[in-house]
């Protein structure tokens, strides 16, 4: 997974616009979102859902060490956009969990859908 980092008082309109070009982008999987509590990801996305007709599929994980619920959700919906919301670092940089990201996103497991992960960037230090 690359890191894009946006700044500045359009960052999050400029997040949406890589989010559509993500879901346009067949060999993408994987979209991670990140930026300080209460600025408006969350929000920002959900509209540009909204706008584009499409219902995601929610993870919702206080903590997770497994990678099975996912694969779980993803098996059942294989073909759909999932969103993992208020990632902690602790959840997504477990070893077995991040291989399944990195895995999805170098195309090695069979998923058609895509996985968008939105975080607060405090939990992802530099």
Same mark, same amino acid.
């Given at each position: 997974?690359?890191?894009?980092? #946006?700044?500045?008082?359009?960052?999050?309109? @400029? !997040?949406?616009?890589?989010?559509?070009?993500?879901?346009? +982008?067949? #060999?993408?999987?994987?979209? #991670?979102?990140?930026?300080?509590?209460?600025i408006?990801?969350?929000? !920002?996305? +959900?509209?540009?859902?909204?706008? &584009?007709?499409?219902?995601?599929? @929610? *993870?919702?994980?206080?903590?997770?060490?497994?990678?099975?619920?996912?694969?779980?959700?993803? +098996?059942?919906?294989?073909?759909?956009? *999932?969103?993992?919301?208020?990632? =902690?670092?602790?959840?997504?940089?477990?070893?077995e969990?991040?291989? #399944?990201?990195?895995?999805?996103? @170098? &195309?090695?497991?069979? =998923?058609?859908?895509k996985?968008?992960?939105?975080?607060?960037?405090?939990?992802?230090?530099?």
């Amino acid at each position: 997974m690359g890191f894009l980092e #946006l700044n500045g008082k359009d960052a999050i309109t @400029n !997040a949406m616009k890589l989010v559509e070009d993500f879901l346009k +982008n067949p #060999l993408k999987k994987v979209f #991670l979102i990140t930026g300080y509590f209460g600025i408006g990801k969350r929000t !920002a996305l +959900n509209k540009k859902l909204k706008k &584009l007709n499409i219902t995601p599929v @929610n *993870h919702n994980y206080t903590i997770i060490e497994i990678k099975k619920p996912i694969e779980n959700k993803l +098996n059942k919906h294989p073909e759909s956009l *999932h969103i993992w919301d208020d990632v =902690f670092r602790v959840n997504l940089m477990n070893e077995e969990v991040f291989s #399944l990201f990195k895995d999805l996103e @170098n &195309l090695t497991i069979p =998923f058609l859908g895509k996985f968008i992960l939105v975080a607060n960037d405090q939990e992802f230090p530099d």
